[in-house]
């Protein structure tokens, strides 16, 4: 599980912010903030793997708070802003302090959920590396290009695509279009179409298989959050 500290000067929509990411398979949120010394007193406390983290705070900016944290050498922490700040300056400041996302307010939650599945993502290849090629850092750095606005490419439904990522990110083994048609209930053409759509998001990962005959066999693995015994 990936563990979220949300911080937020207003209580009603930090509790709306933690309502959504439990919402999110794989992410569970672990303490909340309502001020800046309250967010650096939390991440020492909770340690999460990442922070919802506003930029208007009543005592100090979320700039200021994601300076202090950068100079900690413990513990790493990543980033996620959430702010109703729009200016230039602000996006380029946090954008040099290193966060994953920048999400202005007001959103919804299919983009909340799309940016949490992507840093899934990231998290889980960065530590499977040990060493980066450039095709890997590629794909890392590919991971972070958010779908504009949610929207889907044609001939992909949010609830066919919603199925087919319930069954992959489920499945404690490879498995093949014909797998995932079965499962889901379309052909395997369909099935293979949105794989493919995943695969190129980052989210899923090919996996080709050789066979007697030379032709070979398509195998799709999620590729982001593992599975954990709370999911399946």
Known sequence: MIRVLIVDDDFMVARIHRSLVERVTGFEVVGEAHTGVDALAAVERFRPDLVLLDIYLPDMSGLEVMRKLRERPQPQVDIIAVTAAKDVETLRAAM??????????????????????????????????????????????????????????????????????????????????????????????????????????GLAELDLRYGTTGRPEHRYSWAGELPTAHQQ
């Open 96 to 201: 040099h302090s290193g966060v994953i996302h920048y999400l202005i307010k007001p959103f919804s939650f299919e983009t909340l959920r799309e940016r949490l599945k992507t840093y899934g993502a990231l998290k889980t290849r960065l530590e499977r590396l040990t060493e980066a090629e450039q095709a890997d850092v590629d794909r890392l750095y590919s991971l972070l290009r958010a779908r504009s606005g949610g929207r889907l490419p044609k001939g992909i439904s949010g609830p066919t695509l919603e199925s087919v990522l319930v069954i992959l990110r489920e499945a404690d083994q490879e498995l093949s279009a014909a797998d995932v048609a079965e499962q889901a209930g379309i052909s395997r053409g369909t099935a293979r179409r949105y794989l493919e759509h995943l695969a190129a998001g």
